[in-house]
């Protein structure tokens, strides 16, 4: 089992469509998380940071659930410039450095 | 405006040829990463450098190496006993206490834009 899952996709959706990715970590020292985006051949970028009260910044809202170990991101209002992949990030607290990619769930919003 | 550069963006090697990729960032971050991507892939990491001077072999460390003499710059050489170097490798850098520049937290990291190294 790998220790960050994420949904293999691709998703096709309309614009103005609501999509939502999750995201599984199987290791219960995970102490912090994130969503990256990246454009295809271009670097990720960091999205948001994932905090257990949930967060939101505008269509974008992120949930994580520590009992379930799951991180979900939620994208309401899709446009086409979120035509990308979605990376979950999961750093462990082993005390040391261990920082874990899932290998992205792609979308693609269509007019 | 404070940011990470990878040089060069493209880079073309031939076997049996060691290249060396370049990694600056000027965020005062003490962390710096190199990760590789295969086409349809996660990020794995090669290596990673917590402090100047020192660093740790990641998941794929074979046939890499490192250093890390100032805090700024963290070069990656591919050497020729990689045997399959053909990737797109991205360098990333964080802070590891506090809270850093543009409000960023703890291990959140900043990727450069790149290199995309293709052996002949």
């Known amino acids: 089992r790998k220790e960050v899952e994420q949904d293999p996709g691709p998703f096709n959706v309309p614009e103005g469509a609501t999509v939502a990715f999750n995201c599984t970590y199987s290791?219960?020292?995970?102490?912090?998380f994130f969503w990256y985006r990246q454009d295809c051949r271009k670097e990720p970028k960091l999205l948001m940071s994932?905090?257990?009260s949930g967060n939101e910044d505008g269509r974008f809202t992120a949930q994580l659930n520590r009992a379930s170990q799951y991180i979900s991101l939620l994208i309401r209002d899709s446009k086409l410039s979120d035509s990308a992949t979605y990376l979950c990030v999961v750093n462990l607290n082993t005390g040391g450095f261990k920082t874990i990619f899932g290998a992205g769930t792609r979308l693609f919003v269509k007019a | 405006d404070g940011g990470i550069t990878q040089s060069p963006k493209y880079l073309f090697r031939k076997e049996g040829q060691n290249v060396t990729l370049s990694c600056e960032q000027n965020?005062?971050?003490?962390?710096m990463y190199w990760y590789r991507q295969d086409p349809g892939q996660g990020l794995r990491l090669i290596y990673y450098s917590q402090i100047v001077n020192d660093f740790q072999k990641g998941d794929i460390a074979e046939g890499y190496s490192v250093s890390r003499e100032k805090k700024e710059s963290f070069p990656l050489t591919v050497t020729s006993a990689q045997k399959n170097p053909t990737a797109f490798y991205l360098c990333?850098?964080?802070?590891?206490?506090?809270?850093?520049?543009?409000?960023?937290?703890?291990?959140?990291?900043?990727f450069g834009p790149g290199t995309r190294l293709t052996v002949l």
């Open positions: 290791n219960s020292a995970s102490q912090s």
């Open positions: 994932v905090y257990s």
């Open positions: 990333a850098s964080s802070i590891v206490r506090g809270q850093g520049a543009r409000g960023s937290r703890i291990n959140e990291q900043f």
């Open positions: 965020l005062n971050h003490d962390a």
